[in-house]
Every structure is written in structure tokens, then in C-alpha cells.
């Protein structure tokens, strides 16, 4: 090969490098999923190598699993990471209620040192904060000083950590030492080193920890202690398994192995097939292993599956009460927390502490299961059994012995499933979840069910993820689909699918990582597509709450609400804004969404009031927004914003189309010119020449018009074609390496609302431009959490959000396929 065709090739691999059209390196999501069932059922691993790290929650907080496999005696872990196990010194109050010293007036500047006089400062009990259902102490002012006494024995520690959960800036004193500054706010303890210096101070007797906080904006929160990190607590005798590949569809991630002369096959699959809600609401995900010689001969192999209790727990603190027993042909495993606090908690950084975690196997293998404190590592397959334990951060153990293995694989599988009891409340009643709308439904049975299905499931678990993929390649290609493949166990994951008093269908979100809010309106919206797709019955699920909070009378304004409460309470809106155009145009165009994918305009019909009650505030205030909140909130409030007003646009089509299928035809008439007329305004007022502003008043702007889309894939034929290929055509000039920005305002994005606009496009050329730096991103990020939809677009950095709903909107381009037949 000559010099000039080199140089020309290694041109054409940068190019397509650059435009994401092939990957620097090896294809990887930003975390895995391996059991996704709902917003508090939910493990990922947050690495490329499923044995790098322990598996997290969707929060970061660890539900660790492990896994090892014996062959011939030698041991491998395959699965996940021995956590770092800490002792407490100083115990924070996840371990244990501890009274302060406070007070919230400034003190004198010697209020760190051991010497001062504190007998007049108040007493309160830790923590402190402004959440009246997580604080023991009220803290509502700005400032807070804390000084806390602790007595020792002995000052012979390993490393020391300072364990702090702040909101917002904080500087920490250890016996009149500074050991710890920073401005910001965490959601969650943090473990930060304390020093050999500072650790020197630390003397027999009496100490002090004093922490000042300062409260700059939103919520409050102080709880602070020390703790220390064993000196054993790292093993390295373990071998670590050689991963191969990791392949991720629709319903599974599997993962392939070599284990020395053995080579094991390992798939997690959560069976959430959307055309069957009984196994959408199964709390039951199956974790595979098949393994074979790769050298010919019969090698003896066990497997060891581990789960920490944590996984039925807030937080590791908590006191657990574990058991083994057997039913209908299966070994079981069940932890729960020991107070059982149903649905007392509600937030968003929180995982659940009520009901009962499981894990089961066939009795008819060869099998021993067990409860321990927790072990080494290499003392796994040979604990001492144990069938009823009670303490902290336990570990559920199960060994397998899959006796000699040969070139003939053996296959076998263990269930791992959560009894949440009652899932949420909702209007002041607590709601059990869908799969338990027989009173005499049980967990073992829902357990049996799964073991006895089990081929038959994975069987219907593949199919479903070719039809996955197969639709998403045909609607947009190889890139797009993808994404999608990345997107669909997370979307439906961060909901809960529950029976409502009046028999109706719910299907709650979780608004994750954002502020948890439940059945958030503007959440639901572009998390659609997905389930207008493949069952429109879940976005009624979506609905249906929204509709009864109006229509009960709880919800008297005019226009939508923008949440039901703060998840897992729906007791009524907790948002402290409203939404209003926002609203009502989702809640709107979403019925006639639902409409155009069933043929039929039944369900508008059942609430056609309410639906003219607010397309009555939409033909009023819709056009030309006054200063106010959209779904984008998280940049701010924004007058006379064009995209919110394509959204009321839009929704009054829509309106004006359910009332033409209602037979309401004077109705459609009136909306048809209502909207025809802001059409023809919208484009005057908004036109900055090669595009459209970001708002009515300001030129030089500009922003994604992400609405537009149901203009165009439910056929309202609103809005001219030209204003869509205007739009595009100015989005191309504006994109960086991992996306086109939001607006004109920031660089950063919401890749949602790229691949609602990617779908503007008259051809796949400009689809595929719009599409490949947000494909890009999921592939490239260094923020190794669930998918999160708001990155900056210049670094691929996650700004905020993670393992969200929402990015059921990335199968918009599926829909528009499907509404075409």
C-alpha cells in the first residue's frame, strides 16, 4: 500500500471517529443493568469489568453481589468486588442516635478547641436538617456549629475516615485542628481521609469533633463521625476471572468468561416484556450460569452466589433479620430490615427498608445456602451453615455444585426477588404491588412461577430483544438502535406498577436523581414513546393519576398538576412550582398520542372535561408564555419561550383532532383555525432568519424545538415543513463532539430532547448527524453511572440526572416507524 492511500484511509478512520460513526475503543454502556424492576429494585455495575467494582444501586450506594466459581479447587471471581468494611470510631447516625451540642448563632472564634465552654449552646439530636421526616433535629436557619464529644481508649487506629453528610459548605475540626473545608453539598456520606497529622490529635479521653455548616441554598443537612478502615480489609488471594465480552439488549446483560480450563457464560436477566404486565410487575430477575471445559477434560466446578443484605436496606446500619427455608421446590433465602418501616420514607437518595429480599434455587440440585456476618473471600465455599441470622450488613450465601463439567456445558440459574409489601401510598391508602391484586398471591409463588418458566422466559426474553433491536435498526440504524437497547430496562425500571382504589392501572415514575418526585408530568412526557410503542396502556397507567387528582376535585386549578407527591407518597402535588402550559400541553398531546396509536378516541372521551378545561388555559396563556418553569426547569424560568409555545400549539391540534374523532366537529372547527392563526403568528414573531429564537423577544438566540416532533409523527400537519428543515439545518452548524446543545443559553444538553429533534429530519444523512454525538456520549462518558440524560456536550460529562425514565424517549424514531403502517 502506497504512502498517499495510507494517509488518505487513516483520514476516513478520523472522520468517521469524529462523528461517532466508529468508537476509539471498546464499545461500553456508562453502567450496566443487572436486576431492574423498579426506582427501589434496581443494581447496576458502574464498571467496564463486572469484577472491577461492587455493584450499586441506581443511587451509588452498594447492593453488592458476588460472584465466584471453584474449578478443581482454584477460585475465580467473576462477579463484582469485596467491599471496604468499615469500623466505627465516632458512629454517625445511621448507627446509632447521638446527642450534640449546637447552636445557631455565631460562636467565638475558640469554639473549636476542647477548652471552650459549650454548657449554654442548645442539645439536639443528630441529624440536623430541614426534611422533617428524615431530621431528628430541626435545623431552619442559615448557619448551624456543632460540637460533639467522644471519648477513647486508645488512640492505636489503622486509617482513619471522616464520615460527613453536608448540605452546603462545611469546614470540620478535630480537637481544634481543621481537617476538612469544602463549598457544596452531598447527598450522601462521604468518606474522606483524616491525616496521619490530624489523627495524631486524637488523644485517650475526651475529644472534640467540631463542624461548622453553612446553609447558601435549597436543603440542610449535617450528621458527621470517624471511622476506621481494618487493616485486613483487602484481599488479594482471589483469582479475578478473564472477561471476554459483555453484550447488553433489551431484557439482558450477559457476560463471557474464562476461568482458567473452564469457560463460563454469566446473564442477568430482568424479563420486562412490555405485551405482558404480569411479568412487568414480577419482582423476579434470573442470574445464569453456563460453564464448559475449554480443554477437553471434566474439571469439579462450583459456583457461589453471594447478596448483601443491603439490598433490603436504606442503609447498611440498619438491623437485619435473615432466614433460610423451602417452599414449592425452592431453597429460599429472605433478609429484611427488623423495624420494617412501610412506606415512612420519602426522598429521593433513598433505597427501601421495608419488605423482604430473596434469593432462591431449585432444592433438586446439589446445593448449600447459608447467612453470614460476611467471610474472606476464599472462605466462601466452605462456610459453616447458618439458616437464621440477625445483625448488620449480612450476606446471603449460595453454592452451587455443578459436580465434574466436561465439553457438555451445564446450565443453572439462581432467582433473586424482592417483596416490597406495600408499594405506595397513594391519596392516604397503601397500595400492594400489581402482582398481588389476588389476596391470596404470594412471593413463593411468584417464585415457583419464574423456576418453572424459566426456559420458556428466556426463551421469550431473546425474542423480544431481536423485535427490540430489529425495530430500532429499521426506524434508524445500527447506532440508534443501540441506544435504544441501552434505554429500555432503565425507563421502565424507574417506575412502579400498582392498581389504584378505583381499579384503574398506575404506572408511578420515580423522578430519579432530580428531586423524587412521583408521577412527575413533565417525566412521563418524554419517557412516551417507549410505551406508546409497545403497549399505550402503560401511558395510561402514566395518566390515569393525573386525570383523578383533577377530576376528584384534590386538584382545583385550571391547568395540570406537575407531580402526585414526593416517591413513594402520591398524596398530592409537592413540587413548589407549577407548570402550567408545560403541563397541560403534555397531558394533552399525550391523549392524542394515545388516540392516533389505538385508532380511537376513548380514552379522551372518558376525560374530555378535564382535557377542555385545559385547552381552554392553553387557547388563553399558551401561545406567549409569561415568565414561567418548563421541563427544563433546571434552566431556569424563561418568558416567551417559543419551544413551550409549539407545545401549546400542538396540544391545541390535538385537542382539535380528538374533538373531530368525538364528532365534535364545531369544537374541532374552533381549535383547527385557533391554531392555524397561532401558527402563522408563531412564525412571524419568532423568526431570526436562518432559524427561530429561543424566545419571542430576544434574536441572536436560539434552541432546540424538541416539540415540533408530534406536529409531525401524529400528522396535525400544523406547522409548514419548511420550519423543520430550517431548524435542522441551523441545528447542524451547532453541534459539539457529544451533542447539539439544549439552547443558545449553555453547552450543556438533555439527549432526550436531541432524538425527539434528530426525528425532524427529512433523511437519514441528517438523522444520523443529529444522532451519532449523543451515541457518542453513552459510549464514551467517563460519568460511570446509569444513563444519565443532561451531559455537557463539549466533555460528555454527566451535569445532573441519572437512570431516569425519560430516556424512554429515545424510541421516538420507533414510533414514528410504527404510526406509519
Not at 420458556?456 to 440508534?480: H, P, Q, S, T, V
Request: include cysteine; glycine fraction near 6%.
Amino acid at each position: 500500500m502506497n504512502l498517499k492511500k495510507l494517509r488518505t484511509i487513516l483520514f476516513f478512520v478520523v472522520v468517521m471517529m469524529q462523528y461517532g460513526i466508529v468508537s476509539a475503543q471498546e464499545q461500553k454502556a456508562p453502567a450496566y443493568p443487572l436486576i431492574t424492576h423498579d426506582p427501589y429494585f434496581s443494581i447496576w455495575s458502574n464498571t467496564d469489568l463486572l469484577s472491577a467494582s461492587t455493584t450499586k444501586h441506581w443511587t451509588g450506594t452498594n447492593h453488592s453481589l458476588i460472584g465466584l466459581i471453584s474449578v478443581d479447587g482454584t477460585i475465580y471471581r467473576f462477579l463484582g468486588n469485596k467491599e471496604l468494611q468499615y469500623h466505627s470510631i465516632v458512629p454517625a447516625s445511621d448507627e446509632k442516635n447521638y446527642e450534640t451540642a449546637y447552636t445557631e448563632t455565631a460562636p467565638a472564634n475558640d469554639w473549636i478547641n476542647s477548652s471552650f465552654d459549650d454548657s449554654k449552646w442548645k442539645k439536639g439530636i443528630a441529624p440536623f436538617g430541614d426534611n422533617k421526616s428524615l431530621a431528628k433535629t430541626l435545623w431552619l436557619t442559615k448557619d448551624i456549629w456543632m460540637r460533639r464529644t467522644f471519648n477513647l481508649n486508645s488512640t492505636d487506629f489503622n486509617k482513619l475516615f471522616l464520615k460527613l453528610h453536608n448540605d452546603d459548605n462545611v469546614e470540620v475540626f478535630l480537637n481544634g485542628e481543621k481537617i476538612y473545608e469544602h463549598n457544596g453539598w452531598t447527598n450522601k456520606f462521604l468518606y474522606l481521609p483524616i491525616s496521619d497529622a490530624a489523627k495524631n490529635k486524637l488523644k485517650t479521653g475526651e475529644n472534640i469533633l467540631a463542624v461548622h455548616v453553612a446553609n447558601t441554598a435549597g436543603g440542610a443537612w449535617l450528621d458527621a463521625g470517624i471511622v476506621e478502615e481494618p487493616a485486613d480489609s483487602i484481599e488479594s488471594t482471589v483469582n479475578i476471572a478473564e472477561q471476554k465480552n459483555v453484550t447488553i439488549n433489551a431484557t439482558q446483560t450477559r457476560y463471557e468468561f474464562q476461568c482458567g480450563k473452564i469457560d463460563l457464560t454469566l446473564t442477568f436477566t430482568s424479563p420486562l416484556l412490555l405485551n405482558d404486565l404480569n411479568l412487568v410487575a414480577r419482582p423476579v430477575s434470573y442470574v445464569s450460569t453456563i460453564v464448559k471445559s475449554n480443554d477437553g477434560a471434566a474439571h469439579d466446578i462450583k459456583i457461589y452466589f453471594g447478596a448483601s443484605t443491603d439490598i433490603a436496606a436504606n442503609t447498611p446500619m440498619q438491623e437485619i433479620k435473615a432466614n433460610l427455608y423451602k417452599s414449592s421446590g425452592l431453597s429460599i433465602l429472605k433478609a429484611g430490615t427488623s423495624a420494617q418501616p412501610v412506606l415512612e420514607k420519602k426522598g429521593d437518595d433513598l433505597r427501601i427498608d421495608w419488605g423482604y429480599m430473596y434469593v432462591a434455587v431449585p432444592e433438586k440440585i446439589n446445593l448449600k445456602q447459608s447467612v453470614s456476618v460476611g467471610q474472606k473471600l476464599s472462605q466462601s465455599f466452605d462456610l459453616v451453615s447458618k439458616n437464621e441470622t440477625q445483625g448488620k450488613h449480612l450476606l446471603l450465601n449460595t453454592i452451587l455444585d455443578l459436580g465434574k463439567v466436561g465439553t457438555t456445558s451445564k446450565e443453572q440459574f439462581i432467582l433473586l426477588g424482592y417483596d416490597d409489601l406495600y408499594s405506595v401510598q397513594y391519596f392516604n391508602k397503601n397500595l400492594k404491588p400489581w402482582w398481588k391484586q389476588n389476596a391470596s398471591a404470594s412471593i413463593e409463588q411468584q417464585l415457583s412461577q419464574a423456576a418453572k418458566d424459566y426456559k420458556l422466559i428466556i426463551a421469550k426474553c431473546e425474542a423480544f430483544n431481536k423485535k427490540i433491536y430489529a425495530d430500532a435498526l429499521k426506524a434508524g440504524g445500527e447506532n440508534y438502535a443501540k441506544l435504544c437497547e441501552l434505554a429500555y430496562r432503565q425507563s421502565i425500571s424507574a417506575h412502579k406498577l400498582v392498581k389504584s382504589p378505583e381499579g384503574e392501572l398506575l404506572f408511578l415514575s420515580k423522578e430519579n436523581f432530580s428531586n423524587g418526585s412521583i408521577n412527575t408530568v413533565d417525566v412521563t412526557y418524554p419517557s412516551a414513546p417507549l410505551y406508546l410503542a409497545y403497549n399505550p396502556e402503560l401511558l395510561k397507567g402514566m395518566l390515569n393519576g393525573i386525570f383523578y387528582y383533577s377530576e376528584s376535585g384534590k386538584w382545583t386549578k385550571p391547568f395540570a398538576a406537575h407531580d402526585l407527591g414526593t416517591y413513594p407518597i402520591a398524596n398530592g402535588q409537592t413540587y413548589g412550582e407549577d407548570m402550567p402550559v408545560e403541563e397541560c400541553g403534555n397531558m394533552i398531546i399525550l391523549t392524542g398520542a394515545i388516540a392516533k396509536t389505538e385508532g380511537n378516541a376513548a380514552y379522551a372521551k372518558k376525560h374530555w372535561k378535564t382535557l377542555t378545561t385545559w385547552a381552554e388555559y392553553l387557547a388563553k396563556e399558551g401561545f406567549d408564555p409569561a415568565n414561567q418553569l418548563c421541563t427544563d426547569d433546571f434552566a431556569g424560568h424563561l418568558a416567551r419561550n417559543t419551544n413551550l409555545s409549539v407545545k401549546a400549539i400542538v396540544a391545541l391540534g390535538c385537542y382539535s383532532q380528538l374533538a373531530q374523532a368525538l364528532g365534535l366537529k364545531e369544537t374541532a372547527t374552533k381549535y383547527a383555525d385557533l391554531t392555524k392563526d397561532m401558527v402563522s403568528r408563531w412564525m412571524q414573531m419568532a423568526d431570526d432568519g436562518d432559524h427561530y429564537a429561543l424566545t419571542f423577544d430576544k434574536k441572536g438566540t436560539w434552541s432546540q424545538k424538541y416539540n415540533l416532533v408530534w406536529d409531525k409523527i401524529l400528522g396535525l400537519k400544523l406547522f409548514p415543513q419548511d420550519v423543520y428543515k430550517k431548524e435542522i439545518s441551523y441545528y447542524l452548524s451547532k453541534q459539539n463532539k457529544y451533542g447539539l446543545p439544549l439552547d443558545s443559553r449553555r453547552t450543556y444538553t438533555k439527549s432526550d430532547w436531541i432524538l425527539w429533534t434528530s426525528t425532524l429530519a427529512s433523511d437519514q444523512k441528517d438523522f444520523d448527524a443529529i444522532v451519532n454525538p449523543v451515541y457518542r456520549f453513552a459510549f464514551e462518558t467517563t460519568s460511570r453511572v446509569p444513563l444519565s440524560d443532561w451531559h455537557e456536550t463539549t466533555n460528555g460529562k454527566m451535569v445532573g440526572f441519572q437512570a431516569r425514565s425519560v430516556v424512554g424517549g429515545y424510541f421516538i424514531k420507533v414510533l414514528e416507524k410504527k404510526l406509519k403502517k
